[in-house]
């Protein structure tokens, strides 16, 4: 229903973000990650996601569409419901919750409130599982034959790079074309993910 709002924020509160478009105040749950970025009478856009159940009619804003991607990966997994996913994104944007289901590093998933062992471990099974099951689907596609950039050889953090990349949603190939040009080397997987996103977004 709503893609995106855009307008100058009015409120900001923990979890919370009202921006007004026009005369209408938006209130947008979101992670603090967002709010971080986010200045009262400055404008901004947010991608939304309109969460609908029964008597629950509530609006997400994101401040990039890689947030609002891990807000969807984790609502997807059994147990993990809004407020769930926003605690999580709070203590691990994207290219850490990428990473993190990569690594397996539960731990860093049970540092937002709420968020116990067996559901960060649940949370990392499942998403683990659905980038396997894409890369099953996709294995006879041109993704599945590129190889790992000539600098980047035989670096793990660079296929650890590829892989959280792909746990967001995106095609080897399309992690790899991003990675063009990066000295990835001489880079951890995070900064990897985080340059690669940069460069996605701007497709």
Known sequence: ????????????????????????????????????????????????????????????????????????????????????????????PPSRLALSVITGDEKLLTQAPGIGKKIAQRIVLELRDKMAKEQLENASGAGAILPVPQAAQGVNHTQEAVAALMVLGYSRAEALQAMEGMNAAEMDAEEIIRGCLKKLAMQ
Do not use: W
């Not at 509160?13 to 478009?21: F, I, R, T």
């Not at 990650?33 to 939304?48: D, E, P, Q, S, V």
């Open 1 to 92: 229903m709503f893609y995106y709002v855009e307008g100058v924020v009015a409120l900001l509160e923990p979890g919370l973000a009202v921006v007004d478009c026009a005369g209408v105040g938006y209130a947008c749950h979101t992670s603090q990650n967002t709010i971080g970025n986010l200045k009262i009478g400055k404008k901004t856009r947010l991608y939304t996601y309109l969460y609908v159940r029964e008597d629950i009619f509530d609006l997400y804003g994101f401040g990039d569409q890689e947030e609002l991607r891990c807000f969807k990966l984790l609502i997807g997994v059994s147990g993990v419901g809004p407020k769930a996913a926003l605690a999580i994104l709070s203590v691990a």
